[in-house]
């Protein structure tokens, strides 16, 4: 997790979480960007205390002493080594604005653990960071990528309302948990369909939404993909729910998405259920997770805490029924806080959205306020158009949609971005006129998300393969585009130089020749004319629908370009000063180390008369009968050796270890 994310989570800003997580016995440094999920989660665990919140979250300040007083000229020459960023920047322009060679910056980054190429983006925090090593003082301006508290400020006011105008709504449930812990066989079971079946290798590809009835209370799922590639999405999901299932496999346990999905849970302020699926398997060991969770601090009601868990098979439909009821008890007690005002212009939110081949760009949106009807005049972002027709989960036309109801929108000009607000306009000549006076207007419906990155000259020592790559929805693009960033190594960078939606045609086939570059499709195909351009032009189209092949060929791909080197290091010399026992395959030899020092496990060489007569490794170390790891200088030990038995006395022993070096080629 970046530790931006962390400190918004936790409601501390960047600078003092630094200070305060070794307080708290967490050791991640002072210049640190990045957090592994689990310490992540345990620092959010801690922090969530008041009383230790309180006591570390405001520090006591100290009056300057008069020598601190800083000079005119100094001040000046801070100034100038001052930069404004807003809450995001591209890596090239942040080079532009230090004078710096775009290269040095992008390596500065890596050894920051950050890959980025010179067209992506990253956020104020890691700017800031990076610019303080390199001598720049920071400032932070609001600019078109609006502080995210701000945001959620500014998305909360969408759907506020008088008390007396809200009714209870449908909950919305997001499911959530590790890639192959049920969680597709799971709605599966509850909405007795097959979804699961027709979807390739079991992972979900898509983001869906679906409802079902219990008890005469409609409740709408949203099913999010489980792999690590869509944490992104998943986290999205979690803004648009009320209620989260959290699938753990009884035959598995706690796993690290798991733990990933437990803090979107927790970062959404959401109640949940954990679903401890697979219970029919013969290794499913129930105390083992209820323990896993326990120590996550998600103690189970059955052990006396308050994390209520349903024990189920989704794949043998057992206690399906039970889950239902209890997410209907967990929604009966959070029901004052699910509601919604139908009399008023619908607001929702936008979970997928992708290329039709019938329908054209189309998205599915979560009414969350309101009622949305056929012949709206909704507005996306700054672009503004008319609702052409509406298709409820099932597939069937309807006129209008309600809330909580995932409705799919037909007629959108292109394909909007995952998480967007959609919200009907009751007055448009007031918003043109407002729209006009602030930074214009589009008359599109949705503004077309560039994910095309133009290729970047040749950077140096960083050598790049060139990925054109094209998919059928955009959040599978966005979760595939994260993924191969994340490939990138200090020799060897992954360059998106095309990502977008649709089939592969023959224009991807030139360029990838042009390029050259990697051409993969995902859940696409190529057209007729690009498979002819393609085999005439010697050109690999890579298509799959899981992305983790994809991934693989990818990696496959890059391997080609590494070759690997064995490197030996000197760590001492000894002299045979006795032979204890010589077996088959193997001698216990008595040795005086004459330089450096020998270990257990390093390697050998026997000399005798300046030969090298054998090599071996050495599989125990004894040093005054007792076992140690290590043996230095001026001092005698004995060593099992194993695979050689002709050592003799008075040879010599040169000691080394190991090292496989690769290199790009």
């Not at 919140?53 to 100034?79: D, G, R, T, V």
């Not at 954990?274 to 499913?284: E, G, L, W, Y």
């Not at 360059?495 to 696409?524: D, H, M």
């Amino acid at each position: 997790m970046n530790i931006t994310e962390l400190a918004r989570q936790v409601h501390i800003p960047v600078e003092r979480l630094r200070e305060i997580l070794p307080e708290l016995g967490f050791d991640v440094g002072l210049k640190a960007i990045q957090v592994d999920d689990h310490t992540a989660l345990k620092i959010i665990e801690k922090l969530h205390h008041p009383n230790i919140k309180e006591k570390f979250l405001f520090p006591k300040k100290e009056a300057p002493s008069p020598s601190a007083a800083i000079s005119p000229a100094a001040n000046a020459e801070k100034k100038d080594k001052t930069i404004s960023i807003g809450e995001k920047i591209v890596v090239k322009d942040l080079a532009n604005l230090m004078n710096l060679p775009v290269t040095r910056l992008i390596l500065e980054l890596m050894k920051n653990g950050v890959m980025a190429s010179l067209n992506q983006s990253i956020d104020y925090e890691t700017a800031t960071i990076i610019a303080e090593d390199l001598g720049y003082q920071t400032e932070k301006i609001n600019n078109n990528c609006p502080d995210p508290g701000q945001e959620k400020k500014d998305r909360a006011s969408y759907f506020v309302d008088e008390e007396k105008n809200l009714i209870p709504r449908p909950p919305v449930i997001v499911v959530m948990g590790h890639v192959d812990h049920g969680k597709t066989k799971l709605l599966d079971a509850i909405r007795e369909t097959n979804v699961a079946d027709g979807e390739a290798g079991g992972i979900t590809q898509h983001i869906g939404a679906y409802q079902v009835k219990k008890n005469n209370q409609i409740l709408t799922f949203i099913d999010t993909p489980g792999h690590e590639a869509f944490s992104a999405m998943r986290s999205r999901g979690a803004q648009v729910a009320d209620i989260a299932i959290l699938v753990v496999a009884a035959d598995d346990g706690i796993q690290q998405q798991t733990i990933e999905a437990i803090s979107h849970i927790r970062s959404a302020g959401l109640p949940f259920i954990v679903a401890i699926n697979k219970i029919d398997k013969p290794d499913a060991n129930l105390d083992k997770i209820r323990s896993g969770l326990a120590d996550l601090g998600l103690t189970p009601e059955a052990w006396g805490g308050k994390t209520i868990c349903v024990e189920i098979s989704a794949k043998q439909k057992t206690n399906i029924d039970g889950l239902l009821e209890t997410l209907l008890l967990v929604y009966e007690l959070e029901k004052d806080k699910i509601t919604a005002n139908p009399n008023r212009a619908a607001v929702g939110t936008i979970i997928e959205a992708h290329v039709d081949k019938g329908e054209g760009p189309v998205a599915t949106i979560i009414v969350q306020t309101g009622i949305l009807k056929i012949g709206d005049t909704i507005k996306i972002g700054d672009t503004v158009g008319k609702i052409r027709n509406l298709k409820n989960w099932r597939g069937h036309n309807i006129n209008q949609a309600l809330p909580s109801d995932p409705v799919k929108i037909i007629g959108l000009k292109n394909a909007p971005e995952v998480g967007e607000i959609i919200q009907v306009l009751t007055d448009l000549k007031e918003w043109k006129k407002e729209a006009k006076k602030n930074k214009g207007y589009k008359n599109n419906l949705v503004p077309t998300k560039n994910t095309s990155v133009r290729p970047v000259e040749e950077i140096e020592k960083i050598k790049k393969i060139n990925v054109i790559l094209k998919c059928d929805v955009l959040g599978s693009l966005e979760a595939l585009v994260e993924s191969l960033n994340n490939l990138s190594q200090p020799e060897l960078m992954i360059n998106i130089i095309q990502a977008s939606l649709g089939n592969i045609t023959e224009i991807e086939v030139e360029r990838a020749e042009k390029a050259p570059a990697l051409l993969i499709g995902f859940n696409v195909r190529p057209t007729p004319q690009a498979e002819t351009i393609a085999r005439d032009k010697n050109i690999t189209i890579k298509t799959a629908r899981i992305i983790y092949e994809l991934i693989d060929y990818v990696k496959a791909e890059m391997n080609k370009n590494f070759t690997e080197e064995i490197k030996e290091t000197e760590l001492g010399r000894a002299k045979v000063i006795k032979i204890f026992r010589t077996e088959k395959k193997s001698q216990i030899i008595g040795v005086k180390i004459i330089a450096g020092k020998i270990t257990k496990e390093a390697k050998i060489k026997i000399i005798r008369h300046g030969e090298i007569i054998g090599q071996t490794i050495i599989k125990e170390l004894q040093s005054g009968r007792q076992v140690v790891s290590e043996v230095v200088e001026g001092q005698e030990a004995g060593l099992l050796i194993d695979g050689f038995n002709q050592a003799e006395e008075n040879d010599e022993l040169y000691v080394y270890l190991e090292e496989k070096i690769r290199k790009v080629i």
